[in-house]
């Protein structure tokens, strides 16, 4: 099992650039793939980005590709999203999610664990 647990998230102006931290416990982080996820207010959980075991980037949604970056530490049980050039359609809660199988990471349905999110606005 694995608690997750997210920050970074915030207000910022369109332009700017944010960095999420996912923090999770337990001593099998680097036995899941990791996943960022992002819902607005109205709309479904998105997939935004996913990483490797071995901290590879696995794929990026269109809406996010060349803006955000997906990394991860295993010695510090923790996975980042850089987003940079924030737009407001980016304004979203973002969630982290382990997923211990890896055989589609874009799909939310395959993560049995999720962090609580983080609110990230981005203003005009």
């Known amino acids: 099992q694995v608690q997750l647990v997210e920050s970074g998230g915030g207000l910022v102006q369109a332009g700017g650039s944010l960095r999420l931290s996912c923090a999770a416990s337990?001593?099998?982080?680097?036995?899941?793939?990791m996943g960022w996820f992002r819902q607005a207010p109205g709309k479904e959980r998105e997939f935004v980005a996913a990483i490797t075991r071995s901290g590879i980037p696995i794929e990026y949604s269109d809406s996010v590709k060349g803006r955000f970056t997906i990394s991860r530490d295993n010695a510090k049980n923790t996975v980042y999203l850089q987003m940079n050039v924030l737009v407001p359609a980016d304004t979203a809660v973002y969630y982290c999610?382990?997923?211990?199988?890896?055989?589609?990471?874009?799909?939310?349905?395959?993560?049995?664990?999720w962090g609580q999110g983080t609110q990230v606005t981005v203003s005009s």
């Open positions: 337990g001593r099998t982080f680097s036995s899941y793939v």
């Open positions: 999610g382990a997923d211990r199988l890896g055989q589609r990471p874009g799909d939310r349905s395959e993560y049995g664990y």
